[in-house]
């Protein structure tokens, strides 16, 4: 059966240009290039091979992935690969390594707060991996409160030093990636103690590990924090424990964009803005968003594709049983995370215009949208995340028995990514944050302040607190406007039920604590009703081939009216759409899931996701599922022998009855 494509059939009942739909996918036809390049460069490179992750102990994994790394590297130098394609061919190796944290977070970290001439010691350095770094701000004691971090950086005047210590077992660094055995150096964050007063947390650059041998520096502790979640997923990766003893650095390793300490011990404001971290920030939530975006779409490739391979029950007088995707069960389950996926592509390509755009304002000095762009990122950031964790769990449910198999790739998939809904800002936490910008812009209305960008809708509050969604038959959901004012209706009702809530609290903390839950959901209607819109602004684009923008329409629409659906309970009870208009919503829903389905399996194809990066038997390219699920059950080690090892310690003495005589 080898070399037959057992969804060809599928693939021949698509109404759209699958090829153009893949550079949509890519964001632009250079991007698509690029991807596919590399993408079967590492497929087809054996020293890239993952299948054995999951089975592979702690140890080796890890030395394994040392050994991935090394190779990629080598490989992007011999081929004098771009910025972008050495980008791609880590992403494509697929293997959460400290080189992730290198380039991710020590290499911006760097840009973003170091001084011209910081970067220029440093940077040349980094980008030649001289030197490895992490990011250590996280502590056994405090992580979204970074406020509240304990590592202290004393000026000492005399030497011209920092003294970097950790006072507390709790001031702990935990968790960072990179740190536990791989870097060299980390940007550590520490609260800047001089003259006797605490200027609260800075960055500092401080060497862990000799540059020769690799043994940690006199005064530091430092280990990984031992096995996480899961079979093979993050444990390739060595999250560190580190500890500072009074340790010692020059005064010019504190990362002094933004403020410096001078010779004398004196803390000063550097006429560079403050606000310029946010940038870094919202470039990081950024990628966050575009990667929510890869896992769910990687997840849903494989759901569809063994969803149509796989057949159960209907069968008539002894013909076929049917596709498990034509139950419309499946395709209620599946299709909105189908759409998802697209809708978060598009937010995340609308989040680089953004931090473009703040990158431009912040230059020319103007902080106008910083708070709102700041409050977008991390909202989105929470709803992505959280969307795609849940939705790569649905997946695996949705593939039945078999996608609790490792070689399914949902299980370890999973793992891999949950984390996400932690690291730079927990989802919750960031939803309180969100939300607080919202009561403050709402509170804001009375004074005439206009709200900017995702908020502007706010400046229509008057008119969206009273409007009727003016819908009367079900394809009247599929108007651009109907759709957007019944999402914008709710997100304000929301939040200005929120705000009257809270004026009716004398101490306004308390009545924040005490109305948190209603607050989360406030936000997360204000960021769903974001990528709804981000969605709908793609459509208005040029979109050229066969099909594709009908396609990508449907998608829109599915999305949009599955959240609908969902969250029925906040679009009625505030009065946005009747019970009979929310009936007619279902309606339409369900026929956009007819209209989906003979197109399913091309809209994950493209994607254009070779194999090797699936890494799942039920989500392979031709379909021929069963012979290989049966080949990789004999590849496990417990198959290695026939009698398992213990059989005659253990398994005969109960069959002979001789536990008695056991060695138990």
């Known amino acids: ?334 299709f909105p995370l189908l759409a998802s996926a697209y809708a978060f592509r598009f937010v995340g390509e609308w989040l680089k215009w953004l931090y473009t755009d703040v990158t431009q304002r912040l230059q020319a000095k103007d902080f106008s949208t910083l708070p709102e762009a700041h409050a977008c990122t991390a909202g989105l950031k929470s709803l992505t995340t959280t969307a795609t964790a849940d939705g790569i769990e649905e997946c695996r449910k949705l593939c039945g028995g078999h996608g609790y198999l490792s070689c399914s790739g949902l299980p370890e998939l999973f793992a891999v990514y949950i984390p996400a809904c932690t690291y730079e800002g927990d989802n919750v936490v960031l939803l309180l944050q969100v939300a607080r910008f919202l009561m403050k812009t709402v509170s804001q209305l009375v004074s005439g302040k206009k709200p900017v960008g995702t908020t502007a809708y706010l400046g229509r509050a008057e008119h969206l607190m009273q409007c009727r969604s003016k819908v009367q038959k079900a394809e009247d959901w599929l108007i651009p406007s109907v759709v957007l004012e019944a999402f914008e209706a709710r997100a304000t009702r929301l939040s200005v039920a929120c705000a009257q809530n809270l004026s009716k609290f004398s101490n306004q903390e308390e009545g924040f604590l005490e109305l948190s839950a209603d607050l989360v959901e406030a936000a997360v209607a204000h960021c769903q009703l974001i990528v709804v819109s981000k969605f709908i602004e793609k459509l208005q684009e040029d979109i050229p081939g066969k099909g594709v923008k009908e396609q990508l329409q449907t998608l829109c629409y599915v999305y949009a009216l599955h959240l609908l659906h969902k969250h029925l309970g906040d679009f009625t009870s505030t009065g946005c759409i009747t019970p009979k208009q929310a009936s007619l919503a279902n309606e339409q829903l369900r026929s956009l899931y007819s209209q989906v389905r003979p197109n399913v399996v091309a809209l994950v194809d493209a994607f254009n996701y070779t194999d090797h990066y699936l890494g799942s038997i039920l989500g392979r390219y031709d379909g021929n599922v069963y012979p290989n699920l049966y080949e990789e059950a004999w590849k496990d080690p417990l198959n290695d022998s026939v009698v398992p090892d213990g059989y005659h310690e253990y398994i005969r003495p109960m069959l002979k009855q001789q536990l008695r005589n056991a060695r138990l």
């Not at 992007?76 to 050495?86: C, D, F, N, V």
């Not at 959460?96 to 220029?120: C, N, R, S, Y």
């Not at 791989?182 to 960055?203: E, M």
């Open 1 to 334: 059966m080898e070399g037959v494509d057992h969804l060809s059939h599928e693939r021949s009942k698509a109404q759209f240009d699958v090829d153009e739909m893949k550079i949509v996918w890519a964001g632009s036809r250079d991007a698509f290039e690029v991807s596919d390049r590399i993408g079967r460069l590492v497929a087809s490179d054996p020293a890239f091979r993952k299948d054995n992750r999951t089975i592979l102990a702690r140890k080796e994994l890890f030395k394994n992935t040392l050994r991935k790394a090394a190779h990629a590297w080598k490989r992007i130098i011999e081929l004098r690969l771009t910025e972008e394609e050495a980008s791609r061919l880590r992403f494509f190796v697929d293997e959460p390594a400290f080189t992730d944290l290198h380039w991710g977070m020590f290499v911006p970290a760097i840009k973003g707060q170091g001084t011209d001439e910081q970067q220029q010691k440093w940077l040349p350095l980094a980008y030649k991996m001289q030197i490895i770094g992490c990011y250590a701000q996280t502590e056994l004691g405090h992580g979204s409160n970074v406020q509240g971090l304990e590592t202290t950086a004393t000026f000492d005047p005399k030497t011209d030093e920092f003294i970097i210590n950790s006072p507390t077992l709790t001031s702990s660094k935990w968790w960072p990636g990179g740190l536990g055995k791989v870097s060299t150096h980390s940007v550590v964050y520490a609260r800047l103690i001089t003259d006797g007063r605490d200027y609260g947390i800075h960055g500092f650059i401080v060497q862990l590990r000799s540059l020769d041998d690799h043994l940690p520096l006199p005064g530091i502790t430092v280990g990984d924090i031992g096995n996480k979640f899961g079979s093979g997923a993050y444990n390739t990766m060595d999250n560190g424990v580190l500890r500072f003893d009074n340790v010692r650095i020059p005064r010019d390793q504190m990362l002094m964009r933004i403020s410096q300490v001078t010779r004398e011990g004196k803390y000063v404001q550097s006429n560079v803005p403050r606000q310029l971290v946010y940038g870094t920030m919202v470039y990081v939530r950024q990628t966050i968003v575009s990667d929510a975006s890869c896992a769910l779409s990687r997840a849903v490739c494989i759901a569809t594709r063994y969803s149509a391979v796989r057949r159960q029950f209907g069968s008539h007088n002894g013909g076929a049983e049917t596709q498990v995707i034509d139950y419309k069960t499946q395709q209620s389950r599946l």
